[in-house]
């Protein structure tokens, strides 16, 4: 049984937030790209939450070419092959690295990242549409880089994902607080989703959906065909 758990989605759907959740929940190891990344490009950056927003013209110069992403790719890869239960947060590793990994897109509008950026206090990021500029501008990087290498649309593509989910809806307003509730409904979610396919506490997502969940709203799709979960998201939500 796998014990590997992948978190792909775009910039600021809250990645990093998660794994670090899941692995400390878990008790796995938490492992993020972008610090392995940063080492390839030989970037102190303090804090690579936050790296992206204070330089990103300067990393993505780094990057032109693709060879650093493909170090990290690399060794993304290597660790997913290892014997050691972890969470892992890369984007495109699971179009790059398909295997026995769990699988999971966690989406959000522009408008909900956006949100969170200015929650964060991310350096830069002074206004909505400053934030919207800056998040635009790294996924395209990526989408372009996906493209490159795999000819698949990081924008539209979810054929090799376990578990879609949609989270826009759980900030409701670009506060702490909102961010905070938002995220541990989710978690919730995510964690039975998780527990399930490791054999542990299989019972917990039937469990969220008797009591209607708030965090069950966010699911798109999910390859648990045994369960009935609420029909709340709308098919045309872009995720």
Same mark, same amino acid.
């Given at each position: 049984?796998?014990?590997? +758990?992948?978190?792909?989605?775009?910039?600021?759907?809250?990645?990093?937030?998660? &794994?670090?959740?899941? *692995?400390?929940?878990?008790?796995?190891?938490?492992?993020?790209? &972008?610090?392995?990344?940063?080492?390839?490009?030989?970037?102190? @950056?303090?804090? @690579?939450?936050?790296?992206?927003?204070?330089?990103?013209? /300067? +990393?993505?110069?780094?990057?032109?070419?693709?060879?650093?992403?493909?170090? *990290?790719?690399? @060794?993304?890869?290597?660790?997913? /092959? %290892?014997? /050691?239960?972890?969470?892992?947060?890369?984007?495109?590793?699971?179009?790059?690295?398909?295997?026995?990994?769990?699988?999971?897109?966690?989406?959000?509008?522009?408008?909900?990242?956006?949100?969170?950026?200015?929650?964060?206090?991310?350096?830069?990021?002074?206004?909505?549409?400053? =934030?919207? #500029?800056?998040?635009?501008?790294?996924? *395209?990087? &990526?989408? %372009?880089?996906?493209?490159?290498?795999?000819?698949?649309?990081?924008? &539209?593509?979810?054929?090799?994902?376990?578990?879609?989910?949609?989270?826009?809806?759980? +900030?409701?307003?670009?506060?702490?607080?909102?961010?905070?509730?938002?995220?541990?409904?989710?978690?919730?979610?995510?964690?039975?989703?998780?527990?399930?396919?490791?054999?542990?506490? !299989?019972?917990?997502?039937?469990?969220? *959906?008797?009591?209607?969940?708030? !965090?069950?709203?966010?699911?798109?799709?999910?390859?648990?065909? #045994?369960?009935?979960?609420?029909?709340?998201?709308? @098919? =045309?939500?872009? +995720?």
């Amino acid at each position: 049984m796998t014990q590997k +758990i992948v978190i792909s989605g775009l910039t600021a759907a809250g990645k990093t937030t998660h &794994t670090k959740l899941l *692995a400390e929940t878990l008790g796995f190891r938490a492992v993020h790209f &972008t610090d392995l990344l940063l080492g390839e490009l030989q970037v102190d @950056a303090g804090s @690579a939450d936050q790296v992206w927003f204070s330089r990103l013209r /300067e +990393i993505e110069s780094m990057r032109a070419g693709g060879s650093a992403d493909r170090r *990290a790719d690399e @060794a993304i890869g290597a660790l997913l /092959e %290892a014997d /050691e239960p972890m969470v892992v947060d890369a984007v495109l590793a699971p179009w790059l690295h398909p295997g026995r990994q769990i699988n999971v897109w966690l989406g959000s509008d522009r408008a909900s990242r956006a949100w969170k950026c200015r929650v964060s206090r991310l350096p830069g990021v002074i206004s909505t549409d400053d =934030s919207l #500029r800056l998040l635009d501008e790294k996924d *395209a990087f &990526t989408r %372009a880089y996906l493209w490159q290498e795999r000819k698949v649309d990081l924008y &539209t593509d979810r054929c090799c994902f376990d578990l879609v989910l949609d989270n826009s809806h759980l +900030i409701g307003e670009p506060t702490l607080d909102a961010a905070r509730t938002g995220i541990r409904e989710l978690h919730q979610v995510l964690l039975a989703y998780v527990n399930w396919r490791l054999g542990r506490q !299989g019972d917990a997502l039937l469990e969220l *959906a008797d009591t209607a969940a708030p !965090g069950l709203a966010a699911v798109v799709r999910m390859d648990v065909d #045994r369960l009935t979960l609420p029909q709340t998201v709308l @098919a =045309s939500r872009r +995720i």
